[in-house]
T-cell receptor, first 113, second 109 residues
Framework: GAGVSQSPSNKVTEKGKDVELRCDPISGHTALYWYRQSLGQGLEFLIYFQGNSAPDKSGLPSDRFSAERTGGSVSTLTIQRTQQEDSAVYLC???????????FGNGTRLTVT | SQQGEEDPQALSIQEGENATMNCSYKTSINNLQWYRQNSGRGLVHLILIRSNEREKHSGRLRVTLDTSKKSSSLLITASRAADTASYFCATVNFNKFYFGSGTKLNVKP
């Protein structure tokens, strides 16, 4: 079946603009995660959804970052007033249960100029 | 940090040799998972080992877990050029996944 799909794959935006990143998880996966990966680095946790609720938002770096998930499926990560330090690859992953293996999308590469 | 930390940061070997990567962590875990990432792609799950298991095999992969030392190792036997990638361990405690910064493996043909 289809894997995790993220769009857009690349996004270049000017500093100060808002961006929306989209994640389509695997059908039936109740858990959804967003991570951020800077060049050559590990993964920085941003937010975790179980169904439509987000019991763990502890990784969001500032109030410019928000995320939502609707219908227990698609999720959007919104970054307002983007800054250059927001430039990174944003990865989404979904799983069947909270400690099951994660299935990752290929990410959105965000460049803030 | 609660993250798993991989060692070494980079490893370069010849095709056919074995590659060993280590992961150390600090928290209690439900399980520990290893992932692989090719350049420009997302991570792909390789193998999961539960906290009550000591060793697990999958094809050319062998994973060990020592919960008393809070460490794990991933062995890739008879490496191939196609194994060139970054490898990450993830320590898992219920819904929390903690990833290290990875080991970059280069397998020379």
């Amino acid at each position: 079946g289809a894997g995790v799909s993220q769009s857009p794959s690349n996004k270049v935006t000017e500093k100060g603009k808002d961006v929306e990143l989209r994640c389509d998880p695997i059908s039936g996966h109740t858990a959804l995660y967003w991570y951020r990966q800077s060049l050559g680095q590990g993964l920085e946790f941003l937010i975790y959804f179980q169904g439509n609720s987000a019991p763990d938002k502890s990784g969001l770096p500032s109030d410019r970052f928000s995320a939502e998930r609707t219908g227990g499926s698609v999720s959007t990560l919104t970054i307002q007033r983007t800054q250059q330090e927001d430039s990174a690859v944003y990865l989404c992953a979904s799983s069947l249960a909270s400690d099951s293996p994660l299935h990752f999308g290929n990410g959105t590469r965000l460049t803030v100029t | 940090s609660q993250q798993g930390e991989e060692d070494p940061q980079a490893l370069s070997i010849q095709e056919g040799e074995n590659a060993t990567m280590n992961c150390s962590y600090k928290t209690s875990i439900n399980n520990l998972q290893w992932y692989r990432q090719n350049s420009g792609r997302g991570l792909v799950h390789l193998i999961l080992i539960r906290s009550n298991e000591r060793e697990k095999h999958s094809g050319r992969l062998r994973v060990t877990l020592d919960t008393s030392k809070k460490s794990s190792s991933l062995l890739i036997t008879a490496s191939r050029a196609a194994d060139t990638a970054s490898y990450f361990c993830a320590t898992v405690n219920f819904n929390k996944f903690y990833f290290g910064s990875g080991t970059k493996l280069n397998v020379k043909p």
